[in-house]
């Protein structure tokens, strides 16, 4: 007979479990976060949604009849004419594959991704109804299993990470009793956070990674459970403008994405650590921080000059003691109080005791 890995306490959940009730409470009332505007560009930000299209934006023309874009004219054609071969035999192809169908032509694969997006985004569909998918790099682990399209079933709560499905769409059937989503920025401590047994010590919960800069397929999945389960989610990041503008990304969405928003960006996360005010609270070695660069500074204020930042002060609080400071830390400089303290001390008492914004 099997047993579910033995956790905390019960009582350890308590903040966890008075924190998803009052997501659940602010769902049923409409919203998830105070009330925010304000537009940029093509993109206008709503609470509760993140950075979407909006419907007057400016609209680029492509002609056939113009020198100028011609061949882009022509490359809109073809891949229109495979993706209409695709939707017929209900089959998929990645981007790779398309670039591969005709390589010289295309000249290189920021062009059909490119392209790929503009008609996405011109047909106002999600790319996955054009039936091609991205190749995915994330990974996940923990308390979840599910059965993908072709009838593989999968459990997650293994001792090594399941790579994220190519088809978020496809999977059905997915089981958890975990208490909370933790999303890890970088593969490194994803791995170490493995390697210490921590879904088994925090049982039960699912952890996910899009190795940095989260994928198409990452971002779906993490919007995927939320929908389907409506559990806490909290980011884990480097404390430095990058780490901040991929919990961006998950929370809000990105400019380039902003047509497909509804389908990516859970405003529901929070943001776990590592905070800047950390740096200070848990005395890391001054030897250990890194100073800000000039790119660093330049998008750290440019983060802080985006609408949504007006809905967060404590994020806004968080990134001006970083400027204030001209410092950064990466998570591994929690390594430097001891080996294990982040999977043994940090996260443990951070979702014990609410520590997150």
């Known amino acids: 007979m099997a047993f579910a890995p033995r956790g905390p306490e019960a009582s ?8 998803r009730a009052s997501l659940l409470a602010a769902l049923r009332k409409g919203g998830g976060e105070p009330a925010g505007g304000g537009t940029h560009l093509a993109s206008r930000f709503e609470d509760s949604v993140g950075l979407h299209m909006v419907s007057h934006c400016t609209t680029r023309k492509i002609k056939s009849d113009s020198p100028k874009s011609v061949k882009n004219f022509a490359l809109i054609l073809k891949i229109l004419s495979m993706i ?5 035999s209900n089959t998929y192809a990645t981007k790779r594959d398309i670039y591969y169908t005709d390589s010289q032509l295309f000249g290189n694969q920021t062009v059909v991704d490119n392209i790929i997006n503009d008609i996405s985004c011109m047909l106002k569909v999600p790319r996955r109804s054009l039936h091609i998918l991205s190749t995915s790099k994330g990974l996940i682990a923990g308390n979840l299993r599910y059965i993908e399209e072709d009838g593989t079933k999968v459990n997650c709560a293994c001792a090594t990470a399941v790579a994220v499905p190519s088809n978020i769409q496809g999977i059905r059937n997915l089981i958890t009793d975990a208490k909370f989503l933790l999303i890890v920025e970088k593969d490194a401590t994803f791995q170490r956070l493995l390697d210490d047994n921590f879904c088994t010590k925090m049982s039960p919960c699912i952890m996910v990674t899009g190795k940095g800069v989260p994928d198409l397929n990452t971002r779906l999945l993490v919007k995927k459970l939320w929908d389907t389960f409506h559990i806490p989610i909290f980011t884990l990041v480097d404390a430095d403008p990058h780490g901040i503008e991929i919990m961006c990304i998950y929370k809000y969405g990105s400019m380039a994405m902003s047509f497909e928003a509804h389908n ?9 650590g590592l905070l800047p005010s950390d740096i200070k609270r848990l005395n890391i070695p001054k030897g250990t921080l890194i100073p800000l660069t000039k790119q660093d500074q330049m998008k750290l204020d440019s983060i802080l000059k985006r609408p949504y930042i007006t809905c967060q002060p404590f994020w806004r609080k968080e990134m001006e003691i970083m400027a204030d400071s001209k410092m950064k830390a990466e998570i591994q400089a ?14 443990p008492n951070k ?5 997150w914004i």
């Open 264 to 272: 990516l960006t859970v405003p529901a996360i929070r943001w776990l």
């Open 351 to 355: 979702l014990k005791f609410g520590g």
């Open 12 to 19: 350890f959940f308590q903040v966890l479990d008075q924190h």
């Open 84 to 88: 209409y071969k695709l939707v017929q």
């Open 334 to 347: 929690l390594t430097f109080l001891s080996s294990d303290y982040l999977s043994r001390v940090y996260l």
